[in-house]
Protein backbone atom coordinates (compact mmCIF):
# COMPACT_ATOMS: atom_id res chain seq x y z
CA UNK A 1 0.00 0.00 0.00
CA UNK A 2 2.44 2.42 1.39
CA UNK A 3 4.57 1.24 -2.80
CA UNK A 4 1.53 2.64 -4.18
CA UNK A 5 0.77 6.13 -2.52
CA UNK A 6 5.05 6.68 -3.36
CA UNK A 7 3.80 5.88 -6.80
CA UNK A 8 0.79 8.45 -7.49
CA UNK A 9 3.17 10.92 -5.27
CA UNK A 10 6.06 10.85 -7.82
CA UNK A 11 3.88 10.63 -10.52
CA UNK A 12 1.48 13.52 -9.67
CA UNK A 13 5.24 15.72 -8.70
CA UNK A 14 6.70 14.73 -11.66
CA UNK A 15 3.23 15.65 -14.06
CA UNK A 16 2.84 19.26 -11.89
CA UNK A 17 6.76 19.97 -11.92
CA UNK A 18 6.95 21.25 -15.77
CA UNK A 19 3.82 23.60 -14.54
CA UNK A 20 4.91 24.99 -11.67
CA UNK A 21 8.74 25.49 -13.14
CA UNK A 22 7.13 27.46 -16.02
CA UNK A 23 5.10 29.91 -13.11
CA UNK A 24 8.82 30.12 -11.64
CA UNK A 25 10.54 31.29 -14.48
CA UNK A 26 7.36 33.27 -15.61
CA UNK A 27 8.03 35.40 -12.36
CA UNK A 28 11.95 36.39 -12.97
CA UNK A 29 13.84 37.66 -15.46
CA UNK A 30 15.58 36.39 -18.21
CA UNK A 31 18.70 36.39 -16.74
CA UNK A 32 17.48 33.94 -14.24
CA UNK A 33 17.63 30.99 -16.79
CA UNK A 34 21.18 30.84 -16.57
CA UNK A 35 21.53 30.92 -13.12
CA UNK A 36 22.82 27.61 -11.45
CA UNK A 37 21.61 26.24 -9.90
CA UNK A 38 18.30 27.07 -11.21
CA UNK A 39 16.02 28.73 -8.94
CA UNK A 40 13.43 26.88 -7.83
CA UNK A 41 11.02 29.64 -6.09
CA UNK A 42 8.77 32.01 -7.94
CA UNK A 43 9.55 35.60 -8.16
CA UNK A 44 8.31 39.08 -7.81
CA UNK A 45 8.00 40.05 -11.93
CA UNK A 46 4.90 37.87 -12.93
CA UNK A 47 2.91 40.69 -13.42
CA UNK A 48 5.10 42.75 -15.46
CA UNK A 49 5.97 39.90 -17.82
CA UNK A 50 2.11 39.12 -17.98
CA UNK A 51 1.67 42.67 -18.77
CA UNK A 52 4.23 42.40 -21.33
CA UNK A 53 2.57 39.34 -23.03
CA UNK A 54 -0.63 41.46 -23.45
CA UNK A 55 1.17 44.07 -25.08
CA UNK A 56 2.85 41.49 -27.24
CA UNK A 57 0.19 40.05 -28.86
CA UNK A 58 -3.85 40.24 -28.46
CA UNK A 59 -3.94 37.58 -25.58
CA UNK A 60 -7.13 38.70 -24.26
CA UNK A 61 -8.96 38.09 -27.60
CA UNK A 62 -7.08 34.81 -28.28
CA UNK A 63 -8.18 33.79 -24.62
CA UNK A 64 -11.75 34.77 -25.81
CA UNK A 65 -11.44 32.72 -29.09
CA UNK A 66 -9.93 29.58 -27.29
CA UNK A 67 -12.86 29.66 -24.94
CA UNK A 68 -15.29 30.00 -27.13
CA UNK A 69 -14.00 27.39 -29.74
CA UNK A 70 -13.49 24.72 -27.26
CA UNK A 71 -16.70 25.21 -25.28
CA UNK A 72 -19.09 25.18 -28.53
CA UNK A 73 -17.00 22.41 -29.79
CA UNK A 74 -17.46 20.32 -26.45
CA UNK A 75 -21.13 21.04 -26.28
CA UNK A 76 -21.67 20.11 -29.83
CA UNK A 77 -19.97 16.95 -30.24
CA UNK A 78 -21.28 15.69 -26.71
CA UNK A 79 -24.80 16.34 -28.22
CA UNK A 80 -24.39 15.25 -32.13
CA UNK A 81 -22.12 11.91 -30.83
CA UNK A 82 -24.39 11.12 -28.08
CA UNK A 83 -27.20 11.23 -30.99
CA UNK A 84 -25.40 9.43 -33.61
CA UNK A 85 -24.41 6.60 -30.99
CA UNK A 86 -27.85 6.19 -29.93
CA UNK A 87 -29.03 5.64 -33.82
CA UNK A 88 -26.03 3.15 -34.50
CA UNK A 89 -26.54 1.59 -31.01
CA UNK A 90 -30.22 0.89 -30.51
CA UNK A 91 -31.86 1.94 -33.58
CA UNK A 92 -32.64 -0.67 -36.44
CA UNK A 93 -32.31 1.15 -40.07
CA UNK A 94 -30.71 -0.50 -43.26
CA UNK A 95 -27.16 0.81 -44.06
CA UNK A 96 -26.57 0.77 -40.23
CA UNK A 97 -23.44 -1.45 -40.36
CA UNK A 98 -22.03 -0.04 -43.52
CA UNK A 99 -22.56 3.53 -42.40
CA UNK A 100 -21.19 2.92 -38.72
CA UNK A 101 -18.28 1.73 -40.86
CA UNK A 102 -17.73 4.36 -42.94
CA UNK A 103 -17.39 6.79 -39.82
CA UNK A 104 -14.70 4.11 -37.78
CA UNK A 105 -12.84 4.14 -41.32
CA UNK A 106 -12.32 7.88 -41.42
CA UNK A 107 -10.10 8.13 -38.44
CA UNK A 108 -7.34 6.60 -40.34
CA UNK A 109 -7.17 9.62 -42.79
CA UNK A 110 -4.68 11.90 -41.92
CA UNK A 111 -6.09 15.35 -40.64
CA UNK A 112 -3.26 16.96 -43.16
CA UNK A 113 -4.98 15.38 -46.28
CA UNK A 114 -8.35 17.60 -45.76
CA UNK A 115 -6.57 21.22 -44.83
CA UNK A 116 -6.58 22.23 -48.52
CA UNK A 117 -9.75 21.34 -49.74
CA UNK A 118 -11.13 22.45 -46.48
CA UNK A 119 -9.33 25.51 -47.02
CA UNK A 120 -11.09 26.11 -50.16
CA UNK A 121 -13.99 25.58 -48.72
CA UNK A 122 -13.73 27.90 -46.05
CA UNK A 123 -12.74 30.78 -48.59
CA UNK A 124 -15.70 29.93 -50.61
CA UNK A 125 -18.00 29.96 -47.21
CA UNK A 126 -16.15 33.84 -46.73
CA UNK A 127 -15.08 31.98 -43.41
CA UNK A 128 -10.98 32.82 -43.35
CA UNK A 129 -10.17 34.71 -40.15
CA UNK A 130 -13.12 34.06 -38.70
CA UNK A 131 -13.87 31.44 -35.95
CA UNK A 132 -16.71 29.82 -37.76
CA UNK A 133 -14.09 27.96 -39.84
CA UNK A 134 -13.03 26.76 -36.47
CA UNK A 135 -16.09 25.53 -34.71
CA UNK A 136 -18.16 24.58 -37.87
CA UNK A 137 -16.11 21.76 -38.99
CA UNK A 138 -15.52 20.28 -35.91
CA UNK A 139 -19.22 20.21 -34.45
CA UNK A 140 -18.73 16.31 -34.18
CA UNK A 141 -16.02 13.88 -34.84
CA UNK A 142 -15.72 10.24 -35.53
CA UNK A 143 -14.22 9.37 -32.02
CA UNK A 144 -16.96 10.93 -30.40
CA UNK A 145 -19.68 9.24 -32.97
CA UNK A 146 -17.80 5.89 -32.07
CA UNK A 147 -17.55 6.11 -27.74
CA UNK A 148 -21.07 6.97 -27.41
CA UNK A 149 -21.88 4.11 -30.02
CA UNK A 150 -20.21 1.39 -27.68
CA UNK A 151 -20.59 2.99 -24.60
CA UNK A 152 -24.65 2.96 -25.49
CA UNK A 153 -24.46 -0.20 -26.66
CA UNK A 154 -23.71 -1.57 -23.22
CA UNK A 155 -24.74 1.00 -20.66
CA UNK A 156 -28.33 1.21 -22.25
CA UNK A 157 -30.77 -1.43 -22.03
CA UNK A 158 -33.26 -2.56 -24.73
CA UNK A 159 -35.83 -3.18 -22.31
CA UNK A 160 -35.77 0.14 -20.63
CA UNK A 161 -36.47 2.05 -24.42
CA UNK A 162 -39.42 -0.67 -25.08
CA UNK A 163 -40.71 0.48 -21.55
CA UNK A 164 -40.49 4.39 -22.66
CA UNK A 165 -41.86 3.29 -26.57
CA UNK A 166 -44.84 1.47 -24.59
CA UNK A 167 -45.31 4.26 -22.63
CA UNK A 168 -46.30 6.43 -25.71
CA UNK A 169 -43.25 8.20 -25.72
CA UNK A 170 -41.40 9.22 -29.07
CA UNK A 171 -37.74 8.26 -30.69
CA UNK A 172 -36.70 11.88 -30.14
CA UNK A 173 -38.44 11.32 -26.28
CA UNK A 174 -36.61 8.71 -25.20
CA UNK A 175 -33.66 10.82 -26.43
CA UNK A 176 -33.83 13.39 -24.21
CA UNK A 177 -35.46 11.54 -21.42
CA UNK A 178 -33.76 8.06 -21.49
CA UNK A 179 -30.71 8.49 -23.58
CA UNK A 180 -28.97 11.48 -22.30
CA UNK A 181 -29.67 10.68 -18.42
CA UNK A 182 -27.67 7.56 -19.14
CA UNK A 183 -25.24 8.77 -21.86
CA UNK A 184 -24.36 11.02 -19.18
CA UNK A 185 -21.22 9.92 -17.73
CA UNK A 186 -19.19 8.74 -21.33
CA UNK A 187 -20.56 12.21 -21.98
CA UNK A 188 -18.80 14.42 -19.75
CA UNK A 189 -15.52 12.14 -20.06
CA UNK A 190 -15.63 13.11 -23.97
CA UNK A 191 -16.87 16.52 -23.46
CA UNK A 192 -13.41 16.67 -21.89
CA UNK A 193 -11.22 14.82 -24.15
CA UNK A 194 -13.00 17.31 -26.87
CA UNK A 195 -12.14 20.66 -24.77
CA UNK A 196 -8.72 19.85 -24.72
CA UNK A 197 -8.59 18.72 -28.10
CA UNK A 198 -9.75 21.86 -28.96
CA UNK A 199 -7.86 24.01 -26.51
CA UNK A 200 -4.36 22.75 -27.83
CA UNK A 201 -5.09 22.89 -31.39
CA UNK A 202 -2.32 24.33 -33.54
CA UNK A 203 -2.17 23.35 -36.64
CA UNK A 204 -5.87 24.49 -38.64
CA UNK A 205 -6.20 27.78 -36.37
CA UNK A 206 -2.57 28.72 -37.81
CA UNK A 207 -3.86 27.84 -40.98
CA UNK A 208 -7.54 29.39 -41.30
CA UNK A 209 -7.23 32.65 -39.27
CA UNK A 210 -5.04 36.13 -39.12
CA UNK A 211 -2.53 37.09 -36.26
CA UNK A 212 -4.74 39.69 -35.39
CA UNK A 213 -7.78 37.65 -34.74
CA UNK A 214 -5.80 34.16 -32.88
CA UNK A 215 -6.52 31.73 -30.74
CA UNK A 216 -4.15 31.03 -27.91
CA UNK A 217 -1.87 28.42 -29.49
CA UNK A 218 -1.60 30.87 -32.41
CA UNK A 219 -0.86 33.48 -30.05
CA UNK A 220 1.77 31.25 -28.70
CA UNK A 221 3.79 30.83 -31.45
CA UNK A 222 3.73 34.52 -32.04
CA UNK A 223 5.51 34.94 -28.74
CA UNK A 224 8.14 32.56 -29.67
CA UNK A 225 8.52 33.64 -33.17
CA UNK A 226 11.09 36.91 -32.62
CA UNK A 227 14.80 36.68 -33.82
CA UNK A 228 16.17 36.12 -30.45
CA UNK A 229 13.75 33.74 -28.09
CA UNK A 230 12.18 35.27 -25.06
CA UNK A 231 11.63 32.39 -23.34
CA UNK A 232 10.27 34.30 -19.73
CA UNK A 233 7.53 35.94 -22.15
CA UNK A 234 6.68 32.45 -24.02
CA UNK A 235 6.85 30.52 -20.81
CA UNK A 236 4.13 33.51 -19.63
CA UNK A 237 1.97 32.93 -22.17
CA UNK A 238 1.91 29.33 -21.72
CA UNK A 239 1.27 29.25 -17.91
CA UNK A 240 -1.58 31.47 -18.96
CA UNK A 241 -2.70 29.71 -21.78
CA UNK A 242 -2.82 26.28 -19.62
CA UNK A 243 -4.78 28.19 -16.53
CA UNK A 244 -8.04 27.68 -17.94
CA UNK A 245 -7.89 23.83 -18.67
CA UNK A 246 -6.36 23.46 -14.91
CA UNK A 247 -9.68 25.70 -13.99
CA UNK A 248 -11.85 23.63 -15.87
CA UNK A 249 -10.44 20.54 -14.51
CA UNK A 250 -10.56 21.72 -10.96
CA UNK A 251 -14.22 22.83 -11.37
CA UNK A 252 -15.63 19.82 -13.15
CA UNK A 253 -12.78 16.84 -12.71
CA UNK A 254 -14.74 15.00 -9.77
CA UNK A 255 -17.79 15.09 -11.84
CA UNK A 256 -16.26 13.18 -14.61
CA UNK A 257 -14.32 10.89 -12.23
CA UNK A 258 -17.82 10.66 -10.44
CA UNK A 259 -19.25 9.55 -13.90
CA UNK A 260 -16.70 7.16 -14.76
CA UNK A 261 -17.34 5.22 -11.81
CA UNK A 262 -20.67 5.12 -12.25
CA UNK A 263 -20.36 4.05 -15.72
CA UNK A 264 -18.38 1.43 -14.69
CA UNK A 265 -20.72 0.21 -12.09
CA UNK A 266 -23.76 0.46 -14.28
CA UNK A 267 -21.71 -1.32 -16.77
Not at 61 to 75: D, E, K, P, R, T
Not at 145 to 152: A, I, R, S
Not at 208 to 225: E, K, M
Not at 234 to 240: F, I, K, N, R
Request: positive net charge; hydrophobic residues 55%.
Amino acid sequence: MRLRYLTLIAVAFFSAFPLYYSVVVASRHNSALAEVPPPLWPGGNFLANVARVFDTVPFALALANSVLVAGSISVAVMFFSTLAGFAFAKLRFRGRNALLLITVATMMVPTQLGIIPLYMLMVKLEWTGTTYALIVPALVNAFGVFFMTQYLSRALPTELLEAGRVDGCTTWGLFWHVVIPAARPAAAVLGMLTFMSAWNDYFWPLVVLTPDNPTVQVALSTLASGYVNDYVLGLTGTALGTLPLVVVFALFGRQIIGGIMQGAVKG
